[in-house]
């Protein structure tokens, strides 16, 4: 009896052929499910892509973590960090609101082609500026107005060791 030796090439081929033709089918079926999923399943489908998507942002923080303890340290970190760049962000933007109500209040002033400008888009933005530029201070000074540093957050001021 003689065994027939076949082209590994075409067997390869053939293999890729039929799991491609059944993800197909499989993926096919499926749609047609989801057709007929309430309203419960639906939301259960997205909730878990969703924590699905955003579990694998935060994987290389949690790989290069020394454990839970480690992972929660690095957690606070970023959050500080965070905290400081969202601080910046909201000076600069009360900033840029000010000025466009003191540039405003410039154009109002000119005789003729900008009378029109009214008194709220004067001091509105200029209202508001100050109140973006005071959140982003209190965000940047919190902790250092009583002698706190990075090193000493969760440690009383003025306590030993």
């Not at 579990?55 to 454990?67: E, K, N, Q, R």
């Not at 109500?101 to 900008?114: A, C, F, L, P, T």
């Amino acid at each position: 009896m003689v065994n027939k030796v076949k082209n590994p090439i075409n067997l390869i081929t053939n293999i890729g052929r039929k799991a491609h033709i059944s993800a197909q089918m499989k993926a096919a079926d499926c749609l047609a499910q989801a057709a007929s999923f309430n309203r419960f399943q639906r939301i259960l489908m997205v909730s878990s892509a969703a924590v699905t998507f955003l579990g694998t942002l935060f994987l290389p923080a949690a790989l290069y973590a020394d454990g839970l303890a480690d992972m929660t340290d690095k957690f606070g970190t970023q959050a500080s960090d965070i905290k400081g760049d969202v601080g910046k962000m909201f000076a600069a933007g009360g900033f840029c609101c000010a000025g466009y109500g003191g540039w405003n209040w410039i154009r109002k002033g000119r005789e003729g082609d900008r009378s029109q400008i009214e008194g709220k888009q004067i001091f509105v933005p200029i209202l508001g500026g100050a109140v973006l530029g005071a959140i982003g201070t209190v965000m940047l000074k919190t902790g250092q107005s009583i002698g706190l540093t990075d090193g000493d957050h969760g440690k009383v001021p003025g306590a030993g060791g």
